[in-house]
């Protein structure tokens, strides 16, 4: 998730005062900082040459660059700051790449899912590559394109024309953006499942991933459609698709402040976060199985041979990070047959854990610096263990000292509640149990499909959750007076629950608990007084071992005894309704899928309680986002 601007104007119009289109550029970039900070960079078309600096970091660093090193005044320009991806955060990886001999500047979000292999075709014509990320592959593409195939012509909308080609080979999500030395004039740009808005001007024109990118400068902006490429000059905006033929986008009128465009228009980063989760577990999908369901992941850099020897999986995480490795558990032992253990890593190096070279250690952490996580990794590579580091943040700590990374694709979480970090997390975790299940042949290549299949179907299913929460919220905000709420549930819902009382133990401030259902009789169950409210995540009533009707028996356990319940249930579980105060439904999915679908309304919920009470809740009290101190 990396934020993307564009501009073209008039050198009679904002250059003439002063604000050329590296300024424009600069203020959009810095709008769009908060998708992504680990690189940032621009590029200018002057004197009928691209100009172009970056640097890894935050913005702020290419600032004191381009203070060292200024750049022509132009007309032209594009800029991009960025969540890395493939190829750590450094300045090579930064975008702009050139190509056609530093002609052509490019810049790209999302991920191209055949980069290898159109980089191998371009490596054999001769292509050197200078960073190891996939949009030099896309710019290189492009680049290639326009300058063997259309020769070089840019009359007649080459650059254009080499966009739509090069668009008919790439797969998986994009935005790209490019300029061209030889078409000073004109930015083209194309997208395909990734964000990208038109903001219309008087004699210059705008790009942005989203609204905040422009907000400054014009609140008229176009949405495109799917797979269609935009060109843009001061005065003209032409959409075509891949193919050429002309296309429409619709126009809107932006009546956000600047402020609430950096959060998509909610009112805080967590809300946002929230809605970004149909993306965070799409783009975690995106790339890494081929049509037959085969898995290759990548960053595995394990060898399959040692990891076919795993007999024990320990997954060391703290917070909503353990809780996402605690759903995990039930999948990889299901599907892999290999013993995993989730331990907090806090614990973990502290009671002398038994753990040798078959013993995979898999780190869970959003943030990849959390010090307790990355002090047990540490110590477990002491004691000759493998590590894979499940990770958000590219390049950072944890994914650095580990043997192996499987990142996340969620884009930069800021709210210190984590939400799309947790079901990305979810969503690494069981391709590396599907993975492991290829590797060491315990599930036919078919059923591998058929579960990728099922995942594939998430992010429209938690988006259909997403579109019915005013309930929720209606009763978050009548419940802002309780002093405790109690979570059940059993199975994978287990960790859900404990997951839904920590968001409202860090949102809202109240005592909340999370049971394994069946341990109520075990004790809890005493804590049940007249109006006690209590959610329980109810099991799939098409699920095996009647888990479902035991959860039943636990709400009725709860509800003789004077409790509120609160019922997260399968769409078409009337059987729940007789037992319940208020029943949310989720979509029918695989039980080992529900918690991607459960979790859901338990962090709205928080959010809502939270924001009734009054609370900041992108920055609770006491809390940092990354707990860099044991
Ligand atoms: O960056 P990490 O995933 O390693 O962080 C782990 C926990 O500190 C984190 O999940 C914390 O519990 C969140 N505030 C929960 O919302």
Known sequence: MCGIVGYVGHSSGRVNVGHGALDVVLEGLRRLEYRGYDSAGVAVVADGTISSRKKSGKLSNLLAELEEKPLPDSVTGIGHTRWATHGGPTDQNAHPHLSDGGKLALIHNGIIENFAELKLELLEKGTVFASETDTEVAAALLGDIFRNQLNGDASNGGLTKAMQLACQRLEGAFTLLA???????????????????????????????????????????????????????????????????????????????????????YPSFMEKEIHDQPDAVANTLLGRSDLDGKLTLDEMRIDPEHLKKINKIIVLACGTSAYSGQVAKYAIEHWCRIATEVELSHEFRYRDPIVDENTLIVSISQSGETMDTLMAVRYAKEQGAKTLSICNTNGSTIPRESDAVLYTHAGPEIAVASTKAFLAQITAAYLLGLYLAQLRGNKFQGEIKDILADLGKVPAKIQQVLDHVDEIKDLARSMAGAKSVLFLGRHVGFPVAMEGALKLKELAYIHAEGFAAGELKHGPIALIEEGQPVFVVVPSPRGRNSLHAKVVSNIQEVRARGAKTIVIAEEGDEAVKAYAEHVFYIPETPTLLAPLLAAVPLQIFALELATAKGYDVDQPRNLAKSVTVE
């Open 179 to 265: 300029v061209h030395a030889d078409q000073p004039d004109v930015v083209v740009a194309a997208r395909r499942n990734s964000p990208l808005v038109v903001g219309l001007g008087e004699g210059e024109n705008f790009l942005g991933s989203d609204v905040s990118g422009f907000i400054d400068y014009t609140r008229r902006a176009v949405e495109l459609g799917q797979d269609q490429i935009v060109t843009i000059t001061a005065d003209t905006v032409e959409i075509t698709d891949f193919f050429g033929a002309p296309a429409q986008g619709k126009e809107y009128h932006v009546d956000w402040d600047p402020a609430s465009a950096e959060k998509g228009g």
